[in-house]
Nanobody, 115 residues
Framework: QVQLVESGGGLVQAGGSLRLSCVASGMIISISGMAWYRQAPGKQRELVASLPSVGSTTYADSVKGRVTVSRDNAKNTVYLQMNSLKPEDTAVYYC?????????WGKGTLVTVSS
């Protein structure tokens, strides 16, 4: 059974930083396409960063230069380092993993950025 568990969200002031973690079980992240999405209140879920098993990472234009996605294969964990946070970054952040042609989602972690 695949499970993705996010953590690291919280309340931070504008300009601050957070590091989100996504621990995977039941799948091997080193051979899986991983991604971070977010959903702000009243808005659709949007891609923040993707980390394919092969190839380059990609970032949404809105976070480019402020966010870095990475993985620790030994810990089977994906990270999202977010710097220079803005109030518009406030959202629930979700981890997504693709394994065996199926997308799996975590339950999300809330990030709130105060101005």
């Amino acid at each position: 059974q695949v499970q993705l568990v996010e953590s690291g969200g919280g309340l931070v002031q504008a300009g601050g930083s957070l590091r989100l973690s996504c621990v995977a079980s039941g799948m091997i992240i080193s051979i899986s396409g991983m991604a971070w999405y977010r959903q702000a209140p009243g808005k659709q879920r949007e891609l923040v960063a993707s980390l394919p098993s092969v190839g380059s990472t990609t970032y949404a234009d809105s976070v480019k230069g402020r966010v870095t996605v990475s993985r620790d294969n030994a810990k089977n964990t994906v990270y999202l380092q977010m710097n220079s946070l803005k109030p518009e970054d406030t959202a629930v952040y979700y981890c997504k993993g693709r394994s065996g042609g199926v997308d799996y989602w975590g339950k999300g972690t809330l990030v709130t950025v105060s101005s």
